[in-house]
């Protein structure tokens, strides 16, 4: 077998005592204020909280919109509104028409759908290369749409939810444009078609000669199919919930009314102290009159599920309105943890280089879905 290189040993030890000293300062800091029993208890307490209040709500969400998505594309309702939405794609996004399809099963289900039809030579066949890349952009914009939208109009804020998909909506076109646009700037040559042969005329699907199933048992089929899917999306999210949401909830939030014991949802409220620095930057584009609501937008980088986690917490602390639900459902939707899915989406597509253009296009576009959305709030609040 052979050895190592000792530039490779050297570099391998000098990460392990960074990574050591970063998380033994870490835990040393959070303990000095909460004390390390309270820390650890604080820790397993809170992760468990969040396992049986929230993963298993949100599990509840995921398999019942789960079995809805599915019988709305068994029953054609999916097609239907693929036709209403098609003549809107050029003109909005620069993308053909059969996009659309792709939004809407990433609303329903989850980013890395997008993928899946990219790769479909039929579908991909309408695209010029640029677009073809942009689809990242343009899909994940939509990821997990439904299940954002439900659990926010769950908390009693259905007005902000809707403006709050305004909002996304908005930043899936700043986005994808901006995609395009750096794409095209910095690869010249992607403005081609995908395929040199040109697509044959959008045929709709056809149902299997005519389902031999009777009705019932397509409804019955597809409410269980869905509801599977649903399962695997909900323990698809389970490690981001627990792990990312605990680390987050350590860092936003304080001690309890009496005090470090070791209860759940404690911690030391390190980020709304950051955040109280810049504060009038978040109050003015965001509305956050209370700085441990940026907690949200922060998870949602990296993973929507987890950013849903902290909702519950949000609520029971009193500072979650009707405005804070417009600015997360938009930034959740628009980002839905784009920095975990961007770089494997582009991977397969087989063109690294956009990685970086696409991750800047996004974050632009995520910040402004959720201005657009607090200043739309605060518009029909006056009317």
């Not at 809805?68 to 239907?80: A, N, P, Q």
């Not at 809407?104 to 030579?121: C, G, Q, R, V, W």
């Not at 949200?296 to 917490?313: D, E, I, K, N, W």
């Amino acid at each position: 077998m052979p050895l190592k290189p000792k530039s490779s040993l050297r570099r391998s030890t000098i990460e392990a005592l960074l990574f050591l000293t970063l998380l033994v300062s870490g835990f040393l800091a959070l303990a000095s204020k909460m004390g390390s029993g309270n820390l650890l208890n604080t820790i397993m307490n809170t992760a468990h909280s969040l396992l049986l209040n929230t993963v298993f709500y949100l599990m509840g969400i995921t398999v019942l919109t789960g079995a809805l998505s599915k019988l709305m594309s068994e029953f054609g309702v999916v097609t239907l509104l693929e036709r209403i939405l098609r003549p809107l794609m050029k003109p909005l996004y620069n993308l053909p028409g059969v996009a659309a399809l792709g939004a809407l099963m990433t609303f329903l289900s989850d980013n890395p759908a997008i993928i899946a039809f990219a790769k479909d030579k039929t579908f991909s066949s309408y695209f010029k290369k640029y677009q073809l890349l942009s689809l990242t952009n343009f899909g994940t914009a939509f990821g997990m749409g439904f299940v954002v939208i439900i659990t926010m109009i769950s908390f009693g804020h259905a007005g902000g939810a809707l403006v709050g998909l305004f909002g996304a909506f908005c930043g899936s076109i700043i986005s994808t444009r901006i995609m395009q646009r750096s794409c095209l700037k910095a690869f010249p040559e992607l403005d081609t078609p995908v395929r040199k042969e040109s697509p044959e005329e959008v045929h709709e699907e056809v149902l299997e000669e005519e389902k031999k199933d009777s009705v019932f048992m397509r409804f019955l089929n597809a409410i269980l199919d869905g509801g599977k899917n649903g399962v695997e999306l909900g323990l698809a999210i389970i490690p981001g919930v627990l792990i990312i949401t605990t680390m987050v909830i350590l860092i936003t939030f304080g001690p309890g009314p009496d005090g470090y014991t070791g209860a759940a949802s404690q911690g030391v409220p390190i980020l709304p102290w950051l955040a109280g620095k810049v504060h009038w930057i978040f109050e003015w584009l965001f509305g956050f009159h209370d700085m441990r609501l940026i907690a949200f937008p922060m998870t949602a980088l990296g993973a929507v599920g987890a950013s849903l986690g902290l909702l519950p917490t949000f609520n029971a602390a009193g500072i979650l309105d009707g405005n804070a639900i417009a600015v997360f459902t938009a930034i959740g939707m628009c980002w839905s943890g784009f920095l975990s899915t961007h770089t494997a989406m582009l991977d397969t597509l087989g063109f690294r280089k956009a990685i970086s253009k696409a991750l800047g296009a996004h974050t632009i576009a995520g910040l402004c879905a959720g201005i657009i959305a607090h200043f739309a709030y605060l518009l029909i609040s006056l009317i």
